[in-house]
């Protein structure tokens, strides 16, 4: 069993920054990659960026360039950091687990964190 514990949403203006911390426990969460996914109002779950405790990153393309996934190993935590954030990002975001992954987009998760709400306003 793996558990996800998101934190860090919240209100921000367009162009503004947020950092998203995900702090993942279990004897097995090593054997995870990590992922965030988010969750805008009346559409599916879509697929961020993810990352391996051991390196390596991935990104969805409409992100690349503004959000930057990290993890802490020490701490068992992932984050997500968002910079020049738009009112299109606003969603819940989820922070994911799966085994295995390829490294691509298609990130099948095993356990979900109970999302947090993040807010772009123009």
């Known amino acids: 069993q793996v558990q996800l514990v998101e934190s860090g949403g919240g209100l921000v203006q367009a162009g503004g920054s947020l950092r998203l911390s995900c702090a993942a426990s279990?004897?097995?969460?090593?054997?995870?990659?990590m992922g965030w996914f988010r969750q805008a109002p009346g559409k599916e779950r879509e697929f961020v960026a993810a990352?391996?405790?051991?390196?390596?990153?991935y990104y969805e393309d409409s992100v690349k360039g503004r959000f930057t996934i990290s993890r802490d190993n020490a701490k068992n935590t992932v984050f997500l950091q968002m910079n020049t954030l738009k009112p299109g990002d606003t969603a819940v975001y989820y922070c994911?687990?799966?085994?295995?992954?390829?490294?691509?987009?298609?990130?099948?998760?095993?356990?979900w964190g109970q999302g947090t709400q993040v807010t772009v306003s123009s």
């Open positions: 279990g004897r097995t969460v090593r054997q995870y990659a």
């Open positions: 994911a687990a799966t085994r295995p992954w390829s490294g691509g987009s298609q990130f099948t998760s095993n356990y």
């Open positions: 990352t391996r405790w051991s390196g390596g990153t």
